[in-house]
């Protein structure tokens, strides 16, 4: 059976390999486990971006760079395809783990875990309703931390996914760097399918993907980053999904799934966690989809569209 674990293992592999020419680091850990640093104390890359956001995803969606004009400002993007959708976004890309191990009883390693490794975890209530699962002798987790976890960190999450600690690969990357940003902005699809799923939307009947975002510029900290990456997908994401379905079941939901239909929608992301006391959980969970979202119902031939991009918060707010 296809193995999310193991082809992203093969794409850390390839990144461990060009680690030079793509400005990343590698570090074997007495354990046995394999950290690739993409952004920590290192500068990292466009193209190690785009291997990070392949790995994140499982090996089954592609990344490849352009570039979009809003009103003249030229940013660049993303442009992402996903072949197999529910496996791609939500047993692996889906940032639902979160990593907390204790460290020395008064300091703890915290931070959110994505990839293919969640899907050995199994604990998580997404993949429990989705009944997704998998085995694999490899795990590999991606991290978004400015801090690279160390064998206690490495040791709790082989014992969690069942594998020995040689057998662990994780990749890390702070929010606001390169790679940081290149990864937020692949994430497009994977925000408007959880949306689809959060709203009730069968996403077992969505057979692909495609979907561009603009790379958030790199800010000064991770803080304002996490604003930055955030306001690309909100405001300037557009994502494509072709679906099996019925007619009636997309007309029912499609106004729901870009970010124009949250409350919280028009507030630099920035802002807004400010606001809410840089507490995630109060914020309308509604908000967090593509500003765009297309979809092609095959049984009826028909196409749906809903919401917009907004230029101008992203010229306030994300890239200026």
Request: hydrophobic share 40%.
């Amino acid at each position: 059976m296809l193995s999310i674990n193991k082809k992203s293992y093969e794409i850390a592999c390839l990144m461990e390999k060009e680690a030079e020419s793509l400005n990343i680091a590698v570090e074997k850990l007495s354990c046995g486990a394999t950290i690739i640093d993409a952004g920590v104390n290192v500068t990292g890359s466009y193209e190690a971006g785009r291997l990070f956001s392949e790995a994140c995803m499982g090996g089954l969606g592609k990344v490849n760079f352009s570039s979009l004009n809003y009103g003249g400002l030229i940013i660049p993007s993303v442009i992402v395809t996903i072949s197999q959708p529910v496996k791609s976004c939500m047993a692996a890309q889906y940032a639902g783990w979160f990593v907390k191990v204790d460290i020395d009883g008064q300091k703890s390693y915290q931070a959110m875990g994505s990839g293919p490794a969640r899907s050995l975890y199994k604990k998580e209530p997404l993949l429990k309703k989705l009944d997704i699962a998998e085995e694999s002798d490899v795990a590999v987790l991606i991290l978004e931390s400015n801090k690279l976890p160390g064998d206690k960190v490495a040791t709790w999450v082989a014992d969690k996914c069942g594998v020995s600690p040689n057998k662990v690969t994780i990749l890390v990357a702070p929010t606001a760097s390169i790679v940081g940003s290149v990864q937020i902005a692949s994430r497009v699809v994977e925000t408007g399918l959880h949306k689809m799923f959060e709203v009730g939307f069968d996403i077992n009947c969505v057979v692909s993907g495609f979907g561009n975002c603009p790379i958030a510029a790199i800010a000064q900290d991770n803080m304002r980053a996490i604003g930055k990456t955030n306001d690309a997908v909100l405001y300037g994401g557009q994502a494509w999904y072709t679906v099996k379905s019925k007619p009636e079941t997309v007309v029912d939901i499609i106004k729901q799934l870009p970010s124009s239909a949250s409350q919280d929608y028009g507030t630099p992301f920035y802002d807004l966690f400010q606001r809410y006391e840089c507490d995630f959980y109060k914020i309308d969970p509604l908000l967090f989809s593509p500003a765009e979202v297309y979809i092609n119902e095959l049984n009826s031939g028909r196409g749906y569209k809903a919401g917009k991009v907004n230029a101008e918060i992203l010229k306030k707010a994300c890239m200026v």
